[in-house]
């Protein structure tokens, strides 16, 4: 293969001519992926550097996760304005087992380690703190961006976000890591593991970074920020959310996520052709096919869903339809029910509604819909 379909979509690969050389070597390499636990969903945008360890994989070389539950609890300031909360131990631990399982969409379980870097950082004494904060200047890390940015403007950097480069360094020596995958904010820090891992008598690492993959909303794809397509979502959403894309994400998009160029077509037929490829990824061709039946009923042709819910009618005549719809899911609460019944997103069958409270035998039968997706079936038990 070479290294044309492991360095696929890099943004870095540094220094020039090191992989070649570690590829070399003629042994399998441990290529290592720092992640982050913060959030249970793992977004299509994490799994562009999963599939650079997919690839590396299918190589025959060895993908090494690191879980940081040590340093989670310190936070990665990369591209932060301010120091990130601890959070709970517990919910690490939940976070890092969800992330392996949605990660295994893309990586090969089999080839892949899972490390927790509590494993050594924990057992640090004060001394070996010490030995590893002298292998980097503070000028050095004062060079990083939103480090230089926040000291300029006077605004708190705390001794342990200091640190999380290093921490994150030591990773890289703990596992022998010969290749560091991670985006483009991570660059100073999968570079400072070179430094340390030299420091350390250990063969410096290569550093891949990869680009972010943007939203249907122009900015990156986030978990934290709810623009994003989980890799473990049902089908139907990931379908959905896919053909949210707008025209002009389509090239990185097919670039990126489906690693191919985007088809000579037009653009609606190249937006569900990476829609079939996400959801069939995810979840397997039959129900990618599944998912397109149900989008193109739904969404294109706004028809009901073959599977609607069904409900009993409340008791009373005429039935309060805000209610109704709260009490069912369809609306958050009765005011927003109001609101859209007023905006004429509301719809009895095929005939939009404007009244608020409804007879009873008009809604019989009868199939509630709000917006383009949110369906019920109502039927009277009386």
Same mark, same amino acid.
Not at 361 to 374: F, T
């Given at each position: 293969?070479?290294?044309?379909?492991?360095?696929?979509?890099?943004?870095?690969?540094?220094?020039?001519?090191?992989?070649?050389?570690?590829?070399?070597?003629?042994?399998?390499?441990?290529?290592?992926?720092?992640?982050?636990?913060?959030?249970?969903?793992?977004?299509?945008?994490?799994?562009?550097?999963?599939?650079?360890?997919?690839?590396?994989?299918?190589?025959?070389?060895?993908?090494?996760?690191?879980?940081?539950?040590?340093?989670?609890?310190?936070?990665?300031?990369?591209?932060?304005?301010?120091?990130?909360?601890?959070?709970?131990?517990?919910?690490?631990?939940?976070?890092?087992?969800?992330?392996?399982?949605? $990660?295994?969409?893309?990586?090969?379980?089999?080839?892949?380690?899972?490390?927790?870097?509590?494993?050594?950082?924990?057992?640090?004494?004060?001394?070996?703190?010490?030995?590893?904060?002298?292998?980097?200047?503070?000028?050095?890390?004062?060079?990083?961006?939103?480090?230089?940015?926040?000291?300029?403007?006077?605004?708190?950097? @705390?001794?342990?976000?200091?640190?999380?480069?290093?921490?994150?360094?030591?990773? @890289?020596?703990?596992?022998?890591?010969?290749?560091?995958?991670?985006?483009?904010?991570?660059?100073?820090?999968?570079?400072?593991?070179?430094?340390?891992?030299?420091?350390?008598?250990?063969?410096?690492?290569?550093?891949?970074?990869?680009?972010?993959?943007? @939203?249907?909303?122009?900015?990156? =794809?986030?978990?934290?920020?709810?623009?994003?397509?989980?890799?473990?979502?049902?089908?139907?959403?990931?379908?959905?959310?896919? =053909?949210?894309?707008?025209?002009?994400?389509?090239?990185?998009?097919?670039?990126?996520?489906?690693?191919?160029?985007?088809?000579?077509?037009?653009? =609606?037929?190249?937006?569900?052709?990476? $829609?079939?490829?996400?959801?069939?990824?995810?979840?397997?061709?039959?129900?990618?096919?599944?998912?397109?039946?149900?989008?193109?009923?739904?969404?294109?042709?706004?028809?009901?869903?073959?599977?609607?819910?069904?409900?009993?009618?409340?008791?009373?005549?005429?039935?309060?339809?805000?209610?109704?719809?709260?009490?069912?899911?369809?609306?958050? @609460?009765?005011?927003?029910?109001?609101?859209?019944?007023?905006?004429?997103?509301?719809?009895?069958?095929?005939?939009?509604?404007?009244?608020?409270?409804?007879?009873?035998?008009?809604?019989?039968?009868?199939?509630?819909?709000?917006?383009?997706?949110?369906?019920?079936?109502?039927?009277?038990?009386?």
């Amino acid at each position: 293969m070479g290294t044309a379909e492991l360095t696929r979509n890099a943004v870095d690969v540094l220094p020039a001519g090191e992989l070649e050389r570690k590829l070399a070597l003629g042994r399998p390499l441990r290529v290592k992926l720092g992640i982050d636990v913060t959030a249970p969903d793992v977004t299509l945008g994490n799994g562009i550097p999963l599939q650079r360890m997919r690839a590396f994989q299918d190589e025959g070389h060895v993908g090494v996760l690191i879980v940081g539950d040590y340093t989670t609890r310190i936070g990665d300031p990369s591209g932060r304005s301010k120091e990130r909360p601890i959070i709970d131990p517990a919910e690490i631990d939940r976070n890092a087992k969800r992330f392996f399982d949605d $990660a295994s969409t893309i990586i090969d379980p089999d080839r892949t380690e899972v490390r927790f870097n509590s494993e050594w950082l924990s057992k640090l004494d004060f001394a070996e703190i010490l030995r590893l904060t002298r292998t980097v200047t503070v000028a050095r890390l004062l060079e990083r961006e939103d480090f230089s940015k926040r000291f300029a403007a006077n605004a708190p950097i @705390s001794v342990s976000e200091l640190l999380y480069p290093l921490m994150q360094a030591y990773d @890289s020596v703990a596992v022998e890591a010969d290749v560091e995958l991670g985006g483009t904010d991570q660059l100073f820090n999968l570079l400072t593991g070179r430094d340390v891992m030299e420091a350390y008598g250990v063969p410096p690492q290569v550093v891949l970074t990869v680009a972010y993959l943007d @939203s249907w909303d122009g900015t990156g =794809m986030s978990a934290s920020r709810g623009n994003y397509i989980g890799l473990r979502e049902p089908a139907e959403q990931q379908f959905g959310k896919a =053909m949210r894309i707008p025209d002009e994400l389509l090239e990185q998009w097919h670039r990126l996520v489906a690693e191919r160029p985007v088809p000579e077509c037009e653009p =609606m037929q190249a937006k569900l052709a990476l $829609a079939r490829f996400i959801v069939a990824r995810s979840h397997g061709e039959e129900a990618a096919r599944q998912a397109e039946e149900h989008f193109t009923r739904v969404v294109r042709e706004g028809k009901a869903p073959e599977d609607v819910p069904e409900a009993l009618l409340p008791a009373g005549d005429p039935v309060h339809l805000p209610k109704l719809l709260a009490e069912h899911g369809l609306v958050g @609460s009765t005011s927003e029910g109001r609101r859209l019944i007023g905006q004429g997103a509301v719809r009895i069958g095929d005939d939009v509604v404007t009244e608020l409270d409804v007879p009873r035998k008009r809604l019989d039968g009868a199939v509630l819909q709000v917006g383009k997706r949110r369906f019920l079936r109502l039927t009277d038990n009386a």
